[in-house]
C-alpha cells in the first residue's frame, strides 16, 4: 500500500505534579506494509504492537516525555526491535516513568523515512522543553503531540511548561506550515494549520 497514517487510541492516566487525570491518548503510524514510524508510546504496548502488524519499525518516537505519551516506550522498542527517539530536552520528564532506561536523541531537524516519504523533527517547546512535532510535507501531515490541538495551543499549567514558549514555537514552526496541513494531535480531533492560526492573536490575548 501507499504511505499512509493510521491511528490507535489507548487509555491511561496523565501523572504530574501529584496529579493524576484520566486521558484517551492517539497513538499515529506513518508508514506503508513495509517500514513504519510510530508516534507515541501511550498507555498498553498490545494494541500498537496488533497495529503495526509485523512490519519493520524504523523508530518508536516520543513527542514529548510525559508519562502518557511515553508510558510503554521501552516495551515497544524490547517488542518490536526499534529504538526510542526523545528530544534530550526532555530527559527529566522521561526519568520520571522510566528512571533506569535510555532512548536516542532526536535534533532539531532530524529527517526520517517511512515508506516512501520523509518525516522532519521541529522541535517545539513549551509544553515541555523538549516537545517536537513531525512534519510529513508529501503527506500534507504534522503530528503534533500536545503542541496543537482543535481548538488552541497544549497546556502549559504544569511544571516544565511555559505559555510565552508554545506560543512562539507554533508561530515560527507550525505557522510556517501549509495552510492546509492536517495536524494529527496527541488527544482528541484532527485540524488543520489554518483553522487553528487564525486564531493566534486570541490565543496571545487571552494569557496563560
Excluded at 519499525?57 to 517488542?79: F, I, K, M, R, S
Excluded at 510556517?176 to 486564531?199: C, N, S
Aim: net charge negative.
Amino acid at each position: 500500500m501507499a504511505t499512509n497514517i493510521q491511528r490507535v487510541v489507548t487509555s491511561g492516566s496523565f501523572e504530574l505534579d501529584g496529579g493524576s487525570w484520566d486521558v484517551d491518548n492517539n497513538i499515529w503510524i506513518i508508514g506503508d506494509d513495509s517500514n513504519v514510524v510510530v508516534f507515541d508510546a501511550a498507555h498498553t504496548a498490545q494494541p500498537i504492537i496488533d497495529a503495526v502488524a509485523g512490519r519493520n519499525v524504523v523508530a518508536v518516537v516520543c513527542t514529548h516525555g510525559h508519562n502518557d505519551h511515553v508510558t510503554v516506550a521501552p516495551e515497544l522498542a524490547d517488542a518490536l526491535d526499534a529504538p526510542v527517539l526523545l528530544h534530550p530536552a526532555d530527559d527529566v520528564l522521561w526519568r520520571m516513568t522510566h528512571p533506569d532506561k535510555d532512548f536516542r536523541s532526536v535534533d532539531d531537524g532530524l529527517v526520517l523515512s517511512a515508506g516512501d516519504v520523509e518525516i522532519r523533527a521541529l522541535h517545539t517547546p513549551g509544553h515541555s522543553p523538549g516537545s517536537v512535532c513531525w512534519y510529513a510535507p508529501e503527506l500534507g501531515a504534522v503530528v503534533s503531540g500536545d503542541t496543537l490541538f482543535s481548538g488552541g495551543p497544549g497546556a502549559t499549567g504544569r511544571s516544565y511548561s511555559d505559555f510565552p514558549t508554545i506560543l512562539a514555537s507554533i508561530s515560527e514552526k507550525l505557522g510556517e506550515l501549509p495552510a492546509d496541513t492536517v495536524v494529527y494531535t496527541g488527544h482528541g480531533d484532527t485540524t488543520v494549520i489554518g483553522d487553528e492560526i487564525v486564531h493566534y492573536d486570541e490565543w496571545v490575548a487571552r494569557g496563560h
